[in-house]
């Protein structure tokens, strides 16, 4: 049975409908911004998440991201000032002269010192319009943040001593990247959030002459530890030293006094029994004369019997 003319227009007309109403309807997502582009030209943008409608054929639509996108470009070799007055305090007195020679040799380089920096920015697009306009997608975007992002970190780091980058002014260094990096992409319809040095290593060759000039500086500060603990040894065993014959002088001086007050007791006790019985006296240090000499079976004396030592031996 063929099909009516009414009827076959009827199905085409609503077949076209439902194609253009494909063709025009659009949704947003919440974590997107929809912009209307008529001709290649953008003309709105859509903020909210929903379903819209455009005039198919001659408007399109692109979704940009609303989130905090990020640039990760990779770790890359750049330059460090070299501060010269640091450098040469660091030299430690007993650096060998080709460690001299090294750091001499960075300080005057013109390229500077050299390390492996790791790099990411964090960024959002805050005018879809201008962005579409200036980059066309997020991935030109990326591209362009990369390389202004690299040119930044070059200049700034280019100015920055090691010493410095290990500091508290850090973070001073990344908000001087951040801006230079704003400053050429805010006419771009995109903000820099963020902008972190992940990781700065030293480069082989300048790992190893640090390392070495570590290990020197701590040999001298240990040199220097136990110069002072033995200065203050000495010093200490001096004071023992100097106490020690102060007290024996004082102990000696004291016996001295002590033995000598004992000696004038004795003298005196001894002219006090002399003057009360002087025979008496005499006959008792002549028996402690004979006690002192004579105790001893070897001691052998040669004496005149008439001597005073015997006197009291020969009479009854």
């Known amino acids: 049975m063929a099909m009516k003319p009414l009827a076959l227009a009827g199905c085409i007309v609503l077949g076209a409908a439902v194609i253009l109403g494909t063709m025009s309807a659009f949704t947003v997502q919440e974590t997107q911004r929809a912009v209307v582009l008529q001709f290649g030209k953008p003309v709105h943008v859509i903020p909210k998440a929903g379903l819209y409608f455009k005039v198919p054929l001659i408007q399109e639509v692109r979704y940009l991201d609303k989130r905090t996108l990020s640039v990760d470009p990779g770790i890359d070799t750049m330059n460090l000032s070299v501060d010269k007055g640091d450098t040469a305090q660091a030299q430690p007195s007993d650096m060998t002269p080709e460690m001299k020679a090294e750091l001499e040799k960075l300080a005057t380089s013109s390229g500077g010192m050299q390390i492996k920096v790791e790099v990411f920015a964090r960024y959002q697009i805050i005018d879809p319009l201008l962005f579409i306009q200036r980059m066309g997608s997020e991935e030109i975007a990326n591209q362009r943040i990369l390389s202004v992002m690299n040119g930044a970190t070059r200049d700034v780091l280019g100015a920055t001593t090691l010493r410095a980058l290990l500091s508290p002014k850090r973070n001073d260094v990344m908000q001087d990247i951040k801006n230079r990096v704003n400053a050429q992409m805010k006419d771009r319809g995109i903000e820099i959030v963020d902008i972190r040095i992940v990781r700065a290593d030293l480069t082989d060759s300048l790992r190893n002459s640090t390392v070495k000039r570590m290990i020197t500086e701590n040999n001298e500060r240990a040199t220097k530890t136990r110069a002072v603990g033995q200065q203050a040894a000495l010093q200490i065993r001096a004071e023992a030293d100097k106490e020690k014959t102060v007290l024996l002088a004082e102990a000696q001086k004291q016996s001295q006094i002590e033995r000598g ?56």
Not at 276 to 282: L, P, Q, R, V
Request: proline share 5%; glycine share 6%; no cysteine.
């Open 261 to 316: 007050a004992g000696d004038a007791l004795a003298i005196k006790t001894y002219n006090e029994a002399y003057n009360k019985d002087k025979d008496f006296y005499g006959f008792t240090r002549t028996l402690e004369a004979y006690r002192n000499t004579l105790a001893t079976p070897d001691t052998r004396m040669i004496l005149s019997p008439e001597g005073a030592f015997l006197r009291y031996l020969d009479k009854p």
